[in-house]
């Protein structure tokens, strides 16, 4: 080829990014949980989905069931995302997640869900009004229903406001078992709850707390008072903390 | 490179698998394509590899046979230029809102930093001329003389025959000849 236009023409074709195959085919791992294995679903940008084996079923019609609802190819990895086995157990900052699919608001719930620290719970409620829109709580609930990730983000860390764990992907149990590994102690908290307090204040601090907040567990008991609410706790002369922001 | 009729028996014999094998085999082609179709390197991966996912979900439906008759490098492509063309008409329609600017409407003029492929001075011009051509012109000349295309599949990726073909890739090409001449006598002069 000697007309330098047709060779200059072939020189703008340049060889595909080395991403492009991995942009398009998701890969899968099975690998042990706090549960038990669980499936996961990683993409070039991060996992995609976790679903625990046991709730999911067999690995077939798991994988089959991801290619019809998200209408990508997946494949055997040849390992796990990285991050993604230390976070299952707990440790470590997780694996980059890939949540693109979801809405911006369920994007919102699920990083607000993800800052609650291990061994502690927070209500639906706060989650709505932590992600901007207070009165959402349903929606949150429903967010975290079809929480892709679940694991990595601790949806399990939610619970209702009067108490109750409430509900959770692979059953109310697996949201107990969750929980208490992480040392929840739910008897008391039940407790607590059917006591009608929400809220635990230090009387030397002035400062009022979640139940299972780091700052709450640290009072002693003759300086502990329990409160129904913000307001109650508020009128009594003490500010929401401002770790666990109740 | 795989040839077409090993990938197909992969296809049908597994999806998933096959379909990787056709990414890896057709990915330098469309992508490049898709390289000549928008403004940006990053667009281009983007939409190239959201056509690769528009073609997994239709070969879902195929049957073994259907799947056994395409003809993949033109049918890839085709699906690449519908994609473009249906981005560029939901980004006139419903304006972004996360900053990202919008698919322009041709490629823009002016390469960015980033063009290590075109770094040539020729390859500039030529990059920037080709982005002006009407595009039925523009496809023609990226599918025939960039990417090197038989003139079938070329006519097959434009829905027409090969006269037709053959025609849009030379009046591209033409013209391109005449707008650098044009600049040369203009930088003479």
């Known amino acids: 080829m000697t007309d330098p236009l047709l060779t200059a023409l072939h020189d703008l074709a340049g060889p ?61 990895a040849p390992r796990p995302p990285r991050g993604l086995v230390p976070a299952l157990r707990g440790a470590g900052p997780g694996p980059d997640l890939d949540l693109g699919d979801l809405t911006p608001f369920a994007r919102e719930v699920l990083a607000v869900t993800a800052r609650i620290p291990a061994g502690q719970i927070r209500p639906y409620g706060w989650v709505a009004r932590e992600a901007g829109r207070p009165r959402a709580v349903r929606a949150v609930g429903t ?95 003490y500010r929401p903390c401002r770790d666990c922001r109740p | 490179m795989a040839d077409d009729e090993q990938l197909r ?17 057709h990915g ?7 390289r000549r179709t928008v403004a940006r390197p990053a667009d281009a991966e983007d939409l190239a590899a959201e056509a690769f996912l528009r073609a997994y979900r239709a070969l879902r439906g195929y049957t073994p046979v ?26 006139a329609r419903r304006p972004r809102t996360d900053g990202v600017a919008p698919v322009p409407d041709r490629p823009a003029r002016t390469p960015g930093p980033a063009e290590h492929a075109e770094s040539t001075e020729l390859g500039d011009r030529l990059a920037t001329l080709l982005a002006e051509l009407p595009t039925p012109q523009r496809t023609a000349v990226v599918l025939r003389h960039v990417v090197d295309l038989p003139v079938a599949e070329v006519a097959a990726v434009l829905g027409c025959g090969e006269g037709t073909a053959r025609s849009h890739a030379k009046r591209g090409l033409d013209a391109l000849r005449a707008r650098l001449t044009a600049e040369d006598s203009e930088e003479t002069a």
């Open chain 1, 143 to 237: 967010v975290l229903a079809r929480n892709p990730v679940p694991l990595l983000v601790p949806c399990h860390r939610v619970v209702r406001g009067d108490g109750d764990v409430g509900q959770y992907l692979s059953g109310t149990a697996d949201k107990v078992a969750l929980l208490e590994r992480e040392g929840v102690e739910l008897d008391r908290l039940a407790a607590l709850a059917a006591a009608g307090t929400r809220l635990v204040g230090s009387d030397t601090t002035g400062v009022v707390c979640f139940p299972t907040c780091h700052h709450a567990r640290r009072i002693t008991a003759a300086h502990r008072h329990g409160f129904a609410g913000l307001d109650a706790a508020r009128a009594a002369g």
């Open chain 2, 66 to 91: 259907r799947i056994a008759a395409l003809s993949l490098r033109p049918w890839l492509l085709t699906i690449l230029l519908n994609t473009a063309r249906n981005d560029r008409r939901d980004a």
């Open chain 2, 9 to 25: 028996a992969a296809l049908v014999e597994d999806l998933d698998a096959g379909f990787e094998a056709v990414v890896r085999a």
């Open chain 1, 16 to 76: 595909a990014p080395a991403t492009l195959a991995e942009r398009v085919v998701d890969t899968w791992v099975r690998v042990p949980g706090p549960l038990g294995e669980v499936y996961a679903v990683a993409g070039a940008r991060g996992v995609r989905l976790v679903r625990p084996a046991a709730h999911a079923g067999d690995l077939d019609a798991f994988l089959e069931g991801y290619r019809v609802r998200h209408g990508r190819p997946v494949r055997p």
């Open chain 2, 28 to 34: 330098d082609v469309v992508h490049a394509v898709a």
